[in-house]
Every structure is written in structure tokens, then in C-alpha cells.
């Protein structure tokens, strides 16, 4: 399962940056300042020595809240004395892992948006690319305790997104993270597991051969060393990775209090797309999803489809209109729909006061009549036109939406009349039996 | 149950409108122009003689559409020549109910909004003063065809609204709208039925006496004269008058092709506001909804309080913040917590390895140390310091939503540690045992 990769940086530079993930805490924007302004081969120069550079000092004296410089180059001290890079890279190659660094040919560059608290480096282990696949890619995240719901449509957001050529990142733990993981591997597509925990951990344990299948067919990282155990620092710090190696983050599910709202914050922080779940509002599980909507911080997302277009490229990955059904009576013209309305269910009335009824001239409703009768909609009776019995039949059995009237305009109204047998539309608001509209 | 009201206006004025009611289609805006020109009995005088006036047909010829008056004033005249308007008002008036105009006391001026589509008049039938009922008022629509989800929770806002004084306004219909005509009358409170019929007539049958209740506690209104039976045409219409007389909608079930949208629509021609109830994505009756949020046409709403929250006055009728359950972690200060999770579960680890993983000073972690075990977090043992075994059993069953990690900064670390009993927060990420982090 090992994989090799265009190694660009010495790997002088490749010890210093393991040394320093052991010396600092993951996302340590202080570390990551004395990175970017000394390198990390000074850097670790400068922490055996114990004396940090000078102009570095000054820098950071200006900063708003200067930290205690003393107490942090300690702590980095006397984690760099008991750390030993050489094992921790001999270990994470030897268990099949590589370590990424920012410069080679597989860094996911859009972490660099996250400034001094970028990773120093990355433990990735699996056969995909980690940069390329997280080209196009969406953070899938939710509660652990997700409910049958939130994990039936997390696996479906891991398939559809799969199938749409989109990959899943998420943290693999249980619940919405694992179902999503589990869907995109069902789709036969690369996935991104982003643990809080060295990759040779498994965490959870019952995950081992989820997390076997993601390395077969995608990556599992970390920005921590090998042997780490997971922490809640941890495991916030790791949240800002998920939002920003993907394009987007959806919530699946979320209580009130959820790390995936964190996960949320990030991707907002970094101006990704932000999309969230609806549910039923009876569950707990969706009242995180339902205030982010609410807030107006998320996009209302029902599909993979929905997800896409938001992250997608513009007109490119549009999600599918959803269609109204088209139901025959749309296909009557204006005046036809005025006359049908006057008819009544029972009885019958003439012509004349049908005309009057539906406000058509006299010759108007003649000729609709004439088609309502032959279209099948209506009938003559001794006492005069009346609706078939077949629709007053129907009408007393209202179930379906596709009865609802439509939000919009009528469509087309040049279109034919329709065959009788297709009827149910007239069902709409399935009055009672009715006489003509004149009062007696 | 009939109540007499202030009529300001003569009786030949309530007649004449009266007979136009019979004249013109439900939201004629042609005869809401010639009223509002030439008043309501020059109107019928007009229209008697077969004649508009001049200055009226030289106006319309300047609309943007031209309207084909001869055929217009032909149905008009139609219908008004079998017209008999004293006995709409005695029909109605024997039934109960009453006629209010624009310009009587009972008048709810919030209509003249509609302009020329503005109802000539209302019948009104029950005890509530129609225009006091419709000052806080909400109207509550949906899907005639609801689900049991969508029937509960337009009966809970039913409930919900009336119990905070304000009034429910809906269309009487199947599904969501009698859920909240019921809830609201539970709670004691007068509700608004909105009808596309004649108040005289009882649609659909089966809510019979769910209008007789009504009639009781709120008032049951109709802009159709006595006798006149409900048209889709009358429907759609009709949602106007639900939009217009409430200061917001709120959509609880709508399948993509739904009157509710088309309601929903109407109140944000008015510039109303408008709330929808999300659903689960895989019901077809929350799609409309979902569409709305989508579209961000809708605000997000999930409770009656987040809808009074929306129409209520601003400051005045706030929704409750809904707050994240605190746990007792959340009373650790940040270096006490950091120590704890640099704690293992199993073994144990000396205060100088425990403070180099907290990264915490020598002295700092010792005080942390003391305070944790007083508070029952931790304990000694013969390897040194490890969590206490009932943390350690906890950790096996993580369900609880309380036990994901807060997506904000951790409250007021100045709290003192609490009792070990209320403990399962520790659960968060339920780790599996650990050993400090040095690497061996």
C-alpha cells in the first residue's frame, strides 16, 4: 500500500519539519511565524539553543496579544529533547505512511490559506493523491450520534458526490463522517479521512477496516506524528483541515452543541461554501443544521446534486430543477378552464348561464363545451351540461400534492385538451356538487 | 351568534357593492379601478346602462394591457341583471353572517394593500371582530394532503401562536390549515377562516364543525356573495386575501407544486414575511419548502417562537435563544484542561511528562493535577497519574449529542471544577487509552 512521491525538499528540511511537529501543538501559529521567517532548519537550531532569534522577538512583541515567548520556547524545548524525527519517519514509512510537506509535489495548497497555523507537514497514507484528490472535493461532516436519518443521507451525499466525480472528506469518526466515507468507497471513489491522531492509530477502533479500505482506494492524514493519541484540542484543530482541503462543507446532521458546527465556522472563516441539512424540526440532531440555515450562514442543500452546485463551477454543475408534475388541466386554454369551472358536478346548467357564470361570450363557451365534451370532462344532460360522473367520483378522493394548484401561471395554454382517463388534477379543492353561480 | 357592528356607510352604498360582488370575478381589478374612479353606485348605474363612463374607458385605454371593456361590461351586466343584492343581504344576514366594506369599523385596512384587486367586500361570519383578530396575525399554510409530520407541527403552531396572542389565519382546508385552525382554537383563541366560498357554504363538508367553532371564538370570511361555490380560479385568489391580511406566512408542508407557494408568493409581492418549515429531504411535502430556504425566499423557521420572532416586533417578541447544554468540562480553566487530556487512561504518567505533552509549566501542571483529583477526575497510582476508572467506563458509550465539543470558545473558565458524578463530557472523542505523547 505504500506509495512513493516526488520528494522535492532535502531532507534535511524533511527532519527539522518532523522534529518541529513533535515540539509544537498542532496549529501553533507561533511556530508556524518562526517557520515562514527562519525556516524550519533555524527554527530548530534556534529551540536547541534556546535562544529565539532576535528580529523574531521584536516581530512578535508587536503582535496584538504578544504571547510569553519564554514559557512556549520551554515547552518546545523540552518536547524537542525527548523527540527523535529520524524514528518518527523511520516508524511512519515503515507502517506505510509518507510525510508531506508544504513545496512537494502532493501538498493540497489551499491549506496554505490558513497562514501561521498551516500544518508543519502531513501524514498521508493510501494510494490516491492527496492534493489532486482534493481538487474537487466536499467536506461531508455531522454527529457522531447521528440518527438512522443523518446516516442513511450522509452514505447517499458519499455516493452522489462519488458518482458526480466530487470527493468525501471527512474526519472518519462515527456516524455521519463514517457513513459519508463508507458511500464514496461504495461509488469506487477516492475518499480523504482527516484524523486527529497519528495514522497509524486507529481511532475509532471499530473503524480498522474502514479506514483499511480508505487507504486502498484514497488517503487517511494527519498533521500529527505517529503514536499520537487524539485529544479535544485535537480534534477541533483538525476540523479546520476538513473545511479547508474541500471546495465546501456540508452539515448532515448537528445538535445545538456539535463539532461539526465548528467544522462549519472554519469553512465560513474561509470564505468556503457552506451548505446545511434540513430535518425534521422534532430532532434534535437537525436543530445545528436548522440555525445555520436560519442564521442565513448556510445554503439549504437536499441532494449531492444541491451540494455540488453550490461548490461547483458556475453553470458547469447546476443542480437538476426539481419539475412540478404537469397535470392535464394545464393543458386546457383560459377560457376552457373558466367554462369547466362553471359547470356543476350535479344537475345541469344551459349554456347561456354557464357563459355568464365563467364571464365568456356565449359563442366562447359553446366551442369549449364542445371540446370539454368530446376530451371527455363533461356531459349533456336532459337538464343541460354537467361534469362526468367519473370526476365527481375522483373528487371525493383527494390525496396526492400533484391535486395542489400550481404556484405559477398556467402553462402553454395552446395545448390540446387531454384523454378523460388522466383526471385526477380535477381533484383540486374537489368541491362539493355545485348549481351555476346566479343566485336563485 | 351574530354580532352587529359599526356600518358607517349608507345602505344603498353596502347594496350596490353588494350587487358588484355578483357583477365581477373575485379580484377584478377592471371593476376595483371603475369603483375606485366613480364609486359603487355610479358603478352599477353605469353598468345597468350598458355605458362606462368616458374618463374611465380613455384611462384604461392607457393601461399597459388594454382590457376588452365591451366584453367585460357584457359579463358584468349579465351577471348583474340576475343579480338581486337585498337578498344576498338578507340570505346572509339570516344566516348569521355580515357584510363589512372598506371604510366600516370592521374594515381590516391592512387589504387596501391589494389596490384594485382589493376584495368590493367581505362577508363575515362569527363572533371575533375581524380587523382586532388580524392585527398579530400569522397565517399558517400548507399542504391539504399533509403528513402526520406536517399535521403535528401546524397543530403545535396553532397552539404555539394563539398562546402568545397572536391570531392564526389560514384557508380551512384540509391537512395544515385545520391542524391550525384547531390548534389555535385549543388554546382559547380566536382564528380566521379564510374561505373561497360563500360563508353559507360548509368546504369542505367535513369540517362542519370545525367551523361552527369558529363561528364561536373567531370569524369565518369569504369576499364570495352567499350560495357561490368554490373554482380553482377562487382558490388561488383567496390566497391573496390570507397573505394580505397577516403579517407573515409561515409554509409548514408544501410539495413543489403547492397553492401554499402560491400563498407564499403573495406575501412576498406584499412584502410580508415569510417562514417555511424545513422536513426531511425525502418527504415529497417538505420539497416546496426546502425550495423556498434554497432560493432564500423563506426565513428558516422551526418554532411558533422563531415565527413570532420574525413578524413580532422587533426586541419586543424575540425567540428564546436556544442554548447548548454546558457540561461540566466547560468549568475547567484552559491550562486545568489541557493537563487533563495530557492525563493517561491507562498506566500512568509523572507531573514533569504530563507537563511537557500539556505543554504547561512544571508548577502549573501540579496545581492542575491537585485540583483534578480533588475534583474526582483523576487519581494517583503506584505509575503515577492516570483518569479514574469510572471515566475510563464512560468512555466505552458515547450516544449523547451533549457530549460533541462546543463550536464556540469554552465559556467563563474562571468556574470552580465540578462533582465527578455529572461526568460523561469526557466522553467527547471517547479516546482510547493513552500514554503521554513523548515518542518511545
Redesign the interface.
Known sequence: MSRTHARTKPQSEVEARAALM?AA?VGDALMGRLISQHGAQQAVEAIRARTLPSEFIAREAQQERPQDLT??L??WY??LA???PA??LK?GQSSGARLIIPGDAEWPTQLDQLGPSRPLGLWVHGNADLRFSCLKSVAVVG???ATP?GS??AAEFGVGLSESGWTVVSGG??GVDGAAHKGALAAGSPTVVVL??GVD?C???DHESLFTSVKEQGVVISEC?????????R??IRNRLIAALSRGTVVVEA????????T??HALSLNRHLGA??????S?????C??L??E?KA?????SD?MIDLVGVMGDDLAPQ????AVP?DRLNEPT??VL??VPARGGAGPASI??AA???LDAALSALGGLAAAGYIERTPKGWRLRKQTTAYRKA???????????PEPDPTDTPPFPDDFPDLD?????P??P????
Request: one cysteine or more; aromatic letters at 6%; a positive charge.
Open positions: 513533535r501543538d514559557s512556549r520551554h515547552t523540552a518536547r525527548a523527540a527523535n524514528a518518527d516508524a454527529a457522531r450520534a436519518y442513511y443521507v469518526a462515527y486527529a491522531c492509530i481511532y475509532p477502533s506524528p505517529p503514536g499520537v493519541h487524539p485529544t479535544r484540542a480534534f477541533l445538535a445545538i452543541r456539535s463539532g461539526a458546527l465548528n462549519a465556522t441539512l434540513p430535518g425534521p424540526i422534532t434534535a440532531m437537525s436543530a445545528g436548522h440555525r440555515l436560519r442565513r445554503v439549504c442543500v437536499t441532494s444541491d426539481i419539475r412540478a408534475p388541466r378552464k373558466r369551472d362553471a357563459a355568464v364571464g365568456v361570450s383527494p390525496d396526492s400534492a400533484a391535486l395542489e394548484p400550481p404556484p405559477t383540486y379543492d374537489h368541491p362539493q355545485h348549481e353561480h346566479n343566485v336563485p
